[in-house]
């Protein structure tokens, strides 16, 4: 059916469910939801045909069923580990093991994927393709605006404000103090944007260069599964030395924020962040009993 972590067409599905999974202020509403919610950040990106859309409708409950069966419960069982280790500020190999949970969580889901991410690029459309690039184009312009805006220690300003944000998000508001002390962490550990934006520019071309190469090829469903599980490799792990580099930075230094950050919370803040993670545990347990029936 249809993938994408971060704008990527064949990896919608994962990027829609971990999103909501992180985001959301209720994780059941979110998933529960998710179903409308893909299709139209999908078709606002490829613009689905009225095949495409029955298609998607016939696909979806079987991958929402089987993923509320395989990878909700193991989900689970992470928040719950991660809620016991937070009676103490999280090491930094806790940190680093939390990214690699969530980032095997992605992949798995996106695993269950791969037959139906075939079938739907067999109907993808010249047409479709322009639409894409034209999405891209559109969602570029807005992340350029978001952090490449404004001189370099402007846009590490704006950074370090939404690291803050989503630490407050979790732990509650922090003083002054903590907050200098986060900046300076992330002086250390924030990626460089201008790098990750042309690492964004060139998965975004990977991509359409793949999905153009299976409609002008047309090979066998079992040759698009392996082309597609390449492309997801590529996309994750990087597909040079240089870019393999980046990602296993980007993976360790993404860890290590979270576990500095962990350190930087009072007790009190740590407890808030214990109580957010058991009330995710309920509603991931609520979930899995009462399945939405489609």
């Not at 805006?149 to 704006?158: I, V």
């Not at 393999?244 to 290590?256: H, V, Y």
């Amino acid at each position: 059916m249809l993938t994408s972590k971060a704008h990527r067409l064949l990896l919608a599905l994962l990027v829609c469910i971990s999103s909501l999974l992180c985001s959301c202020s209720s994780i059941q509403l979110g998933y529960n939801q998710a179903d409308f919610l893909i299709k139209w950040w999908i078709d606002d990106y490829i613009d689905l045909s009225s095949d495409q859309v029955r298609f998607y409708d016939q696909a979806f409950p079987v991958i929402a069923k089987k993923h509320r069966q395989e990878e909700l419960p193991k989900a689970l069982q992470k928040l719950r580990i991660l809620s016991a280790k937070l009676d103490q500020p999280l090491l930094i190999d806790d940190g680093v093991m939390l990214v690699k949970d969530i980032q095997s969580f992605s992949r798995n889901s996106v695993n269950l994927l791969l037959e139906d991410a075939s079938t739907l690029a067999f109907m993808l459309k010249a047409n479709q393709m322009a639409h894409l690039e034209n999405a891209f184009v559109k969602s570029n312009k807005k992340y350029q605006s978001d952090y490449l805006k404004g001189t370099p220690e402007e846009q590490f300003d704006h950074r370090v404000e939404k690291v803050i944000e989503r630490a407050e998000s979790i732990g509650g508001n922090l003083n002054k103090a903590q907050k200098i002390q986060i900046r300076e962490i992330a002086k250390e550990h924030l990626m460089d944007m201008s790098i990750v934006y042309q690492t964004r520019l060139f998965k975004q071309q990977l991509i359409l260069k793949t999905l153009k190469q299976i409609i002008q090829d047309q090979p066998t469903p079992s040759q698009v599964k392996t082309i597609l599980n390449q492309l997801l490799d590529d996309l994750e792990f990087g597909s040079t030395k240089e870019q393999k580099e980046f990602e296993s930075n980007r993976l360790m230094n993404s860890g290590i924020l979270i576990g500095k950050i962990s350190q930087v919370f009072d007790d009190q803040q740590r407890k808030k962040s214990q109580v957010k993670i058991q009330n995710w545990e309920k509603d991931l347990q609520n979930l899995i009993q009462h399945p939405k029936k489609y």
